[in-house]
């Protein structure tokens, strides 16, 4: 069963940068896909950026292209989102998700969930 728990979330100023985790393990991850979403109070869930565990291609969304980036550490099992110069519309409870193979943009096609980490930017 895959697990996945994420960390790193908290209070931020506008401009300033955090970095995410996501610790997963159940699972050898070599034919996944690691996402991460998020969700703010009263929208829907959705894509930031997403890597294949192997080869580790991505993709993001356009509005955080050159201001996150997603990675991974193989032998810690961990993924990661670097992001920089936050903006309060950013806002949001983060997730992390797992599916097997290809990238896609949409919630409900990943199968595995973290539990979120709350990232709220101040103005």
């Known amino acids: 069963q895959v697990q996945l728990v994420e960390s790193g979330g908290g209070l931020v100023p506008t401009g300033d940068s955090l970095r995410l985790s996501c610790a997963a393990s159940?699972?050898?991850?070599?034919?996944?896909?690691m996402g991460w979403f998020r969700q703010a109070p009263g929208k829907e869930r959705e894509f930031v950026a997403a890597i294949r565990w192997s080869g580790g291609s991505t993709d993001y969304v356009d509005s955080v292209k050159g201001r996150f980036t997603i990675y991974r550490d193989k032998a810690l099992n961990t993924v990661y989102l670097q992001m920089n110069s936050l903006k309060p519309e950013e806002t949001a409870v983060y997730y992390c998700?797992?599916?097997?193979?290809?990238?896609?943009?949409?919630?409900?096609?990943?199968?595995?969930w973290g539990q979120g980490t709350k990232v709220t930017v101040s103005s």
């Open positions: 998700a797992a599916r097997k193979f290809d990238i896609y943009r949409n919630p409900q096609m990943y199968d595995y």
């Open positions: 159940g699972q050898t991850f070599s034919n996944y896909v």
